[in-house]
């Protein structure tokens, strides 16, 4: 697949984490789409309707588990590619987010930016 034809929406907070993951797959030829929380992903996803999401758990105002359960109501979203990505990671968090539908559970600090490209690349040409 064409990276540079794909677009990936990026949810989360911590503005630092959120422009380092960006730049990373901006420099491996993504387009990538900006949220800072569930309710801003869940209104540029079901607009823009990226190729992958990847998502943070903890946030404020609506988190993640508000954007997935959300994201699964829509025709669309139902079947969209998502990763949560999070250092919140009991097993009661990653089986609530399992069941919702989600790839995988990556927690960010067992994991680089270039991982998660790599991961998203592999879920993109696995489609």
Known sequence: MNASRQN???IEDELSILNGISDKFTHEG???TKAINGQ??????L???P???IVDNLMPNTDGFYFLENLRKDKW???ALVIMWSNSHDSST???AKKIGILDFMIKSEWEYRDLVKKVREYLDAK
């Open 8 to 10: 990936i929406l990026i």
């Open 30 to 32: 993504f387009l990538v």
């Open 40 to 45: 801003d992903g869940l209104d540029k996803a």
């Open 47 to 49: 607009k823009e309707h």
């Open 51 to 53: 190729d992958f999401i």
């Open 77 to 79: 979203g139902k079947d």
């Open 94 to 96: 990653i089986g609530r």
